[in-house]
């Protein structure tokens, strides 16, 4: 299926978030996520099933001073 993963299409074959995440390369990272502008916290991205054309924000947090 189609989304787009940090405004670029992106191909997923699961049907979850978590699915989603793992084969992009974010399975064991420290992210934040959203799903359509609203924000899903990381013990409910493995219930979160995503559709054709959702739209996934994938954020790393930042340290500086």
């Known amino acids: 299926m189609k989304i787009m993963l940090?405004?670029?299409?992106?191909e997923i074959r699961g049907a979850t978030l978590?699915?989603?995440l793992a084969e992009h390369g974010y399975a064991d990272a420290q992210?934040?996520?959203?799903?359509?502008e609203e924000f899903?916290?990381?013990n409910a991205r493995r219930m979160?099933?995503?559709a054709p054309g959702?739209?996934?924000e994938v954020v790393a947090?930042?340290?500086g001073g």
């Open 6 to 10: 940090n405004g670029e299409t992106a």
């Open 18 to 20: 978590a699915d989603a």
């Open 31 to 36: 992210v934040a996520t959203a799903v359509n």
């Open 40 to 42: 899903v916290p990381r």
């Open 48 to 50: 979160r099933i995503l």
């Open 54 to 56: 959702d739209r996934i």
């Open 61 to 63: 947090p930042r340290q």
